[in-house]
Every structure is written in C-alpha cells, then in structure tokens.
C-alpha cells in the first residue's frame, strides 16, 4: 500500500482519479438503471438488451474518432461538446414517454457522444507520474474505478427501486455534468496535450498487442455485461440483493487489482488472469439462484477483473507511440463496449428463452475464449518485468499547454 500511497501524494495524481472517477460514475448506473425502466415499461429484458446493444454500439463507433479528435482540437473542446449532446439524451431517456425503438434512438445518440474520458485520462498519466510508478498507477486505476461498480449498481438500484427507475436514468444525467464540469475544468487537462497523429486514422490497429487487447476486452467485457443481466434476472428488482451482489463482484475486483498492481506483467498475465475470471462465473452456474453461493463464486471472478484491465491498460501504453495512445485506447474502448452491446444482448434473449442461468452460460462462454486467445497470442504481448509501461516518445517534442 505505501506504493500506492507515494504515487497518490504526486501532484494532481489523486485530483484527477477523484475527477475522472466522478465523471465516469454513471457508467457504472446508466446500464443497470436502463435494463430495470425498459424491462418495467415494456415487460421485456430483450427489449432492454437492444437498449443497452444500441447505447454500447454508439459508444464503440465514436470512442476511436473522438479519441483521435483530441489530438486534432484539444481534449477540453470534445470533452466539452460531447457532454452537452450527451448529458441531454440521458434526460431525455428519463423524463419522455418512448416506444422501444424511440429509446433505441435517443440511446444511439448518448451513446455516439459519450465525453471520451477513459481514453483521455489513461493518456494523462504517463505525464504526471515517472515510469516506474506507471504500471500501478494503471492498477490503481483499474482498482479505483471499481468504486463505480460498488456504488453504481447500488444507487441505481436504490433509487429504482425505492423512487423510480426514470429516477435513477435522471440521477445519471445529472452525475454525468456535474463529473463531467469538474474533470475538464481540471488543471491536468489543460496542461497535457495530445499531439496530432501522423498515421490514418484505425492504421494503429496493426499493432498486434493493440489488436489482442481490444479483443479480449470485448470478450471480457461482454461477460461482465452478461453477469449483469444475468444477476439482475435472477433477484428481479424489487429488492437489493441484486445491487449487493454485484457491488461484491466489484468488492472482489478491487482487492484483486490492489493486492496484484505491483506483480510484474509477464506475457501470460492476461491469460492467467482471465482464466480466474472465467473459474468463478463458470461456479455461479452450478446454483445460480442462491444468493451466497452466486456473492462467493462472483467474487472469486472479480478478483481477475481489475487485474486484467491493468494488463490491458499497461500493455497499450507500452506498444504505442503517444501521439497513438489516445486513438489506441479509445480502439480498446470500442472492444468492450461492443462486448457489451453483444453481451448484453444475448444475456436478454437467452434469460427470456431459459431463464437466468442462459445469462451465466452466456457470461461462461466469453469469459472462456477470453482466457484461451491471450494464452494462444501470448507472444503479441509485451513482457514489462524490468521495464516500464511508458508510451514510446513521439520524435518531436509535445508542446504544453498553459492551464
């Protein structure tokens, strides 16, 4: 821990993970919030799949261009004009009466304008920390975000289920801005700037370790969203237990990426990692409707979550030059965001065909490729003990911008 805490006293390291953490809180509302009002309003956890796939699809199609528009316009400008678009389709979804295929289209419009923190922040970093502190501080990051999934899921499900569902889409709208304000009004925003990349624009897909990443995002994200659904099938929600356990799948997280942030990455992390995630989503099926067994085997897959993500996060960075990392991470991003969409969407359908348990085979299935092609591809990943996870420099030097 004292690593973790020497990192956190750099200057603006911990104001722009608090930041950033705040900005990206509904991330971690909107999916649960939008399966509990589309399934209430409709009578439909496909119907609420498609909601999700569609918001999930416009997030991947936009995250690699608005990456790339920072380098181009400066991180505040997209950051800016993304949040308004995206703020006010949020509110719409929770104040307006819409037919499913209405909901599909305002939620493809928040999903194409989503603010692209997650790639600006992971571009941040490696300028505020030297290069030894860079591969935990992107645990830390990973650990750190899991504060979403603890308290996502829990106030979503809160206000759903004790105000409204339309109340907690509302709620995300409004943690959407007021994060949003104080992320791009941080000094550390003004003061990085992405230069402009030289390659065509999807040219650093043919980076294999960006490649390999951005597919085993997907396939780990997809059983994430999967999990989700499936959880959420399964306790219904008129009661918390839904919300606490996924807040324990995020419990596990955390401690996982805290307790592995400082473990060098070797090209067979991401397998290992992701072989745990699979174990325990593959025991959840066994008895997926009691509450215990399903909080243990959950939190048994958690703990290679964060973990992984560190390794995904880490082994980018490394294998780009950073004029790139933007672009390369907003790629990743699009990865797990299909994986959701996709996810998401079989979770539905299958829950409606064979109940819950079709959510967790489901779930099982991703988590599974995803732990094989990294162990089959593992020469395509970096191997960072005794090295550093720092981008490659740029040839010119990156001007800065006064804050």
């Not at 509110?91 to 603010?115: D, E, H, I, Q, R």
């Not at 995002?217 to 918390?240: K, M, T, Y």
């Not at 790629?331 to 359908?349: D, E, K, M, P, R």
């Not at 490659?392 to 030097?397: F, M």
Request: overall charge positive.
């Amino acid at each position: 821990m004292a690593g973790y805490i020497e990192i956190l006293r750099m200057p603006g390291v911990a104001r722009i993970i608090a930041a950033q953490l705040t900005a990206r809180l509904p991330s971690g509302m909107l999916s649960l919030s939008i399966l509990l009002h589309v399934e209430r309003v409709h009578g439909s956890y496909a119907a609420a799949g498609l909601v999700l796939a569609t918001i999930s699809i416009g997030q991947a199609v936009s995250g690699p261009l608005t990456s790339r528009w920072m380098g181009a316009w400066g991180m505040r400008r997209v950051l800016a004009l993304t949040l308004v678009v995206c703020s006010t389709a949020v509110f719409v979804l929770a104040l307006v009466p819409l037919s499913v295929p209405a909901m599909m289209g305002v939620a493809l419009v928040a999903g194409l304008s989503t603010p692209p923190i997650q790639p600006a922040v992971r571009t941040i970093y490696p300028k505020i920390v030297n290069s030894r502190q860079l591969t935990p501080l992107f645990s830390l990051d990973a650990s750190a975000q899991e504060i979403i999934w603890v308290a996502g899921p829990v106030l979503a499900t809160f206000v759903a289920t004790q105000i409204a569902t339309s109340a907690a889409i509302l709620l995300c709208g409004i943690m959407l801005v007021i994060g949003g304000i104080w992320f791009i009004a941080s000094p550390e925003v003004g003061r990085v700037r992405i230069p402009r990349s030289k390659r065509n624009f999807g040219v650093v897909l043919k980076k294999p370790t960006v490649l390999l990443t951005t597919v085993v995002g997907f396939l780990l994200v997809g059983s994430c969203a999967a999990v989700e659904a499936g959880v959420v099938a399964v306790f219904g929600h008129d009661g918390p237990q839904a919300g606490i356990v996924l807040a324990i799948w995020s419990i596990g997280s955390l401690v996982g990426g805290l307790a592995l942030g400082h473990v060098p990455i070797s090209p067979w992390s991401l397998a290992r990692r992701m072989t745990l995630v699979f174990a325990g989503t593959a025991l959840a099926i066994i008895m997926v409707d009691d509450f215990w067994w399903i909080s243990i085997t959950l939190l048994i897959s958690g703990i290679g979550l964060a973990p992984a993500l560190a390794v995904i996060f880490a082994s980018v960075s490394s294998s780009v030059k950073f004029s790139d990392t933007a672009e390369a991470y907003g790629w990743v991003g699009t990865g797990q965001l299909i994986g959701a969409a996709i996810g998401s969407a079989i979770a539905g359908f299958l829950i409606d065909a064979n109940g819950a348990i079709g959510a967790f085979w489901a779930a099982a299935a991703f988590a599974l490729i995803g732990a094989i092609v990294p162990a089959i591809f593992h020469r395509a990943q970096p191997d960072l003990r005794g090295r550093d996870a720092g981008p490659i420099p740029d040839t010119e030097p990156v001007p800065v911008q006064p804050s």
